[in-house]
């Protein structure tokens, strides 16, 4: 990068964490450092909760998505506006009635301190290794793309968090994330408007291009269990998941019980369900055009840069050399291809079209192909080297074609997406460790200064941790399914504790209590048996549907049990 863009980068981050101290500064009690002294608008709410939905994964993973796997992944959120309105007018109203600081105070006044207990343990868990993938997440993306060590990236983007959040509390993160979503949606769609000025064909020509190739894939009404996206799981599984992040996962109800009255809490959370599948929608389709420009300019054969300059020092450098030249080959007759295409369709010749389409698909398996065995030397040359690459399109493509200026605005996103998701990840975990566990159950008898400083010390702990464990981390197929499918572990059974709370008031503390236990076993078995199945049976569930299976398990099982009167 240019000294521009590392005054650009660096010089956007610190603004907004400083901005966030100074705005915050000054004594505080518990009241006002776990709810922001009540004085958050509904747009500020809403711009928080789409903020810390946000995180660097997003940016980083969901153009390389689209570019790999077109735009279906847009489905998953389809069902989100319901689960918003669904929440505003069950879920907040009692909240705000009981004037909780955490969701699961709400529990133990419905059920028991058991059942508290187990969903704020539950929370803790999901969310205290969340937060370690999104710092891990962009810090190892980063990390190779600027040549940085990778535990001094992590140190960098958790100990910056961990300042402003430890400092200013609920409100803090708030504030901040204003400047965060508009660094973070600004850069992106500056990126999108740069990348369509620079492809070689017209606008309506790439759309064309994307069409043909399936990249604009945005609605699937073929109902398979085992496909994450599609209508139906967007409409129906993912739900379940909106309905227990937003309704019950502690770093998004934070962010509205800081609202000024019920009435903003219930507008920023609306704001948020019908924004973020535009949102999402323009970084999906950030993606495509991506893809359409590597159809006409020569892509890396490999997107992470590091593992293609290792191969070219190492023994296999000749092999390499030659699949680098069978490639670009590839890559040339494709191109023309495509250039036919273009001319078939503006000519309407319906034949020639379907000729050609098949023939570039053939082209597209053959560049796979060729992709694979020049992972297979990555491999061979290192053995733990890691080939997925999908995370990297997009700032590998920022960083080789993006002016200087942009580059460092593109970084400064990434870094942003990362602080803003993690400081509320921080701040909710401080805030329920302290009053759900430490408060409730080891130190009853502290004053109000006394769980300040414990909220505070919890909130750098779990920085820390989150640290620590990102440091070990290992990255997975995909960054932000890898997120979605840990909290899909938990939250059905959360999120199925607070649906019977709030509708069958029959069901006690006890049954609710097993019915969670053995819904979280359940669902566990069917995640690490999942394509292997027991005694002849095979099942094949995506992950998006356990939110749905556990939530309804614990309705279920508490029910009978509470029906059988089971002791």
């Not at 660097?56 to 790999?68: D, K, N, V, W």
């Not at 599948?277 to 970084?283: A, C, L």
């Amino acid at each position: 990068m240019s000294n521009l863009d590392w005054i650009v980068l660096f010089g956007t981050l610190i603004t907004i964490a400083a901005y966030g101290v100074y705005k915050t500064y000054g004594p505080k009690d518990l009241d006002s450092y776990l709810r922001g002294k009540n004085s958050m608008n509904w747009w500020t709410i809403g711009l928080s909760i789409m903020a810390t939905q946000a995180s660097a994964i997003t940016f980083l993973s969901t153009p390389g998505q689209a570019y790999e796997d077109g735009m279906r992944f847009i489905q998953f959120y389809f069902g989100l506006p319901l689960a918003m309105i669904i929440i505003s007018v069950s879920f907040i109203p009692i909240y705000y009635k009981l004037k909780v600081y955490t969701a699961y105070e709400f529990l133990e006044n419905r059920f028991d301190l058991k059942t508290r207990t187990l969903a704020a343990l539950l929370f803790i868990t999901q969310r205290g290794l969340a937060a370690g993938i999104t710092i891990y997440a962009p810090a190892i993306i980063l990390s190779t793309l600027l040549g940085w060590n990778l535990t001094l990236t992590n140190i960098v983007i958790g100990a910056v968090v961990i300042i402003y959040t430890v400092s200013g509390g609920t409100e803090a993160v708030s504030i901040t994330q204003k400047q965060q979503m508009a660094v973070m949606m600004g850069g992106m769609i500056l990126a999108g408007i740069i990348v369509i000025q620079m492809l070689p064909i017209s606008f309506q020509e790439a759309l064309h291009v994307a069409g043909k190739m399936d990249k604009l894939n945005i609605v699937n009404f073929e109902f398979d269990l085992a496909d994450r996206y599609n209508v139906w799981s967007g409409m129906t599984a993912a739900v379940f998941l909106f309905l227990s992040y937003f309704g019950t996962d502690q770093s998004q109800v934070q962010r509205y019980l800081s609202g000024q009255t019920l009435a903003q809490s219930r507008m920023g959370l609306i704001m948020n369900g019908f924004l973020k599948i535009p949102m999402q929608f323009v970084i999906l389709f950030i993606g495509v055009m991506v893809f359409v420009f590597y159809q006409f300019f020569l892509p890396p054969v490999v997107f992470n840069k590091v593992q293609t300059d290792n191969l070219r020092q190492s023994e296999y450098a000749g092999e390499f050399e030659d699949l680098e030249k069978k490639y670009e080959a590839n890559f040339e007759s494709s191109k023309n291809s495509y250039l036919e295409l273009l001319d078939a369709i503006d000519e309407k010749d319906e034949s020639r079209e379907s000729r050609l389409q098949e023939q570039i698909k053939s082209l597209k398996s053959e560049q796979n192909e060729i992709r694979d065995e020049v992972k297979s030397l990555i491999v061979a040359n290192d053995p733990v080297a890691e080939t997925r690459d999908t995370d990297y399109v997009f700032m590998r493509f920022v960083m080789d074609n993006l002016p200087e200026g942009i580059i460092g605005l593109l970084f400064a996103v990434i870094f942003s997406a990362a602080m803003s998701s993690t400081a509320s990840e921080l701040n909710a975990l401080g805030s329920t460790t302290t009053v759900d566990l430490y408060k409730r159950s080891i130190k009853k008898d502290g004053n109000d200064h006394h769980y300040l400083l414990s909220s505070k010390l919890f909130t750098a702990f779990w920085g820390l941790g989150a640290i620590l464990f990102a440091t070990y981390a290992s990255l997975f197929e995909n960054l932000i399914q890898a997120v979605n499918l840990l909290g899909s572990l938990f939250y059905g059974t959360i999120l199925g504790i607070f649906m019977v709370g709030f509708f069958i008031k029959w069901v006690k503390g006890r049954a609710v209590f097993i019915a969670a236990l053995l819904s979280e076993v359940l669902i566990l078995f069917i995640h690490f048996r999942n394509g292997i199945g027991l005694f002849g049976f095979v099942w094949d569930i995506g992950f998006l549907w356990y939110n749905a299976i556990g939530c309804i398990a614990v309705m279920l099982i508490g029910m009978v049990i509470q029906k059988l009167n089971i002791k």
